[in-house]
Each structure stands twice: as structure tokens, then as C-alpha cells.
């Protein structure tokens, strides 16, 4: 069992950047592929960015590629986002995921990950 929790999310202006982190308890992240998917209010979960076990080569969504970085410190077991250049589309709920069984192909389907946690809110202003 894995217990995640976010934290880092704040209000921001248009630009500006924040860190969001995705702290794990119970076990231990260096096993597991974490992915962040963000959810609006009446809309669906998308992805958003995923790193696998080694920490090389994160997995981004175009809406957030070359803005948003992930890295993991598993001796921390916590995962980051830095966000930067934000805008005011990426006002949202963000989630962290985890599964060990997440292979590239799997990586964009939130159904895939068996463990989530509960959300830091987002909210970029224009």
C-alpha cells in the first residue's frame, strides 16, 4: 500500500512558477512509475507528466512540455513538478499517481494506477 500526498499548490499570477510535491508513505516510491494528472472543474483527469523508476526521461503532455520539469529523490521518496511559465489553462486540481506496472504505453491512462492522492489545487490568474 502506498499513501501519497501533494503539496506546493498555491495561487499564482500568469508566469510565475511553483513546485509541487508528491511525498510518499508505506512504501517506497523508487519501485513505482508517479505521474501527475490534473483535473478543472467540469472536466475529465488529464495527464499531465509521468517518471519512471530511473528518473531519466520524463513523459510530458505537449500542453505543458518545456514548462513543466519532473524529478525524483527516492532517498526522499518524493516526487517533484517544477511549473513555470504558468497560465491561467493550467488552473486546476493536481494529482499524483503511482503503479509499479506503468510501461510507456500504459503511462496517459489515469485507470492504469492503482494508488492517488487526494490533490493540491492550482490556480494561475491572468
Known amino acids: 500500500q502506498v499513501h501519497l500526498e501533494e503539496s506546493g499548490g498555491g495561487l499564482v499570477q500568469a508566469g510565475d512558477s511553483l513546485i509541487l510535491s508528491c511525498t510518499a508513505a508505506?512504501?517506497?516510491?523508487?519501485?513505482?512509475?508517479v505521474a501527475w494528472f490534473r483535473q478543472a472543474p467540469g472536466k475529465v483527469r488529464d495527464f499531465v507528466a509521468a517518471?519512471?523508476?530511473?528518473?531519466?526521461?520524463?513523459y510530458y503532455a505537449n500542453s505543458v512540455k518545456g514548462r513543466f520539469t519532473m524529478s525524483r529523490d527516492n532517498a526522499k521518496n518524493t516526487v517533484y513538478q517544477q511549473m513555470d511559465s504558468l497560465k491561467p489553462e493550467d488552473t486546476a486540481v493536481y494529482y499524483c499517481?503511482?503503479?509499479?506496472?506503468?510501461?510507456?504505453?500504459?503511462?496517459?491512462?489515469?485507470?492504469?494506477?492503482?494508488?492517488w492522492g487526494r490533490g493540491t489545487q492550482v490556480t494561475v490568474s491572468s
Open positions: 499517481a503511482a503503479d509499479s506496472r506503468i510501461i510507456l504505453s500504459s503511462v496517459r491512462c489515469a485507470e492504469n494506477y492503482d494508488y
Open positions: 508505506g512504501s517506497t516510491i523508487g519501485r513505482t512509475t
Open positions: 517518471i519512471f523508476r530511473t528518473g531519466y526521461n520524463p
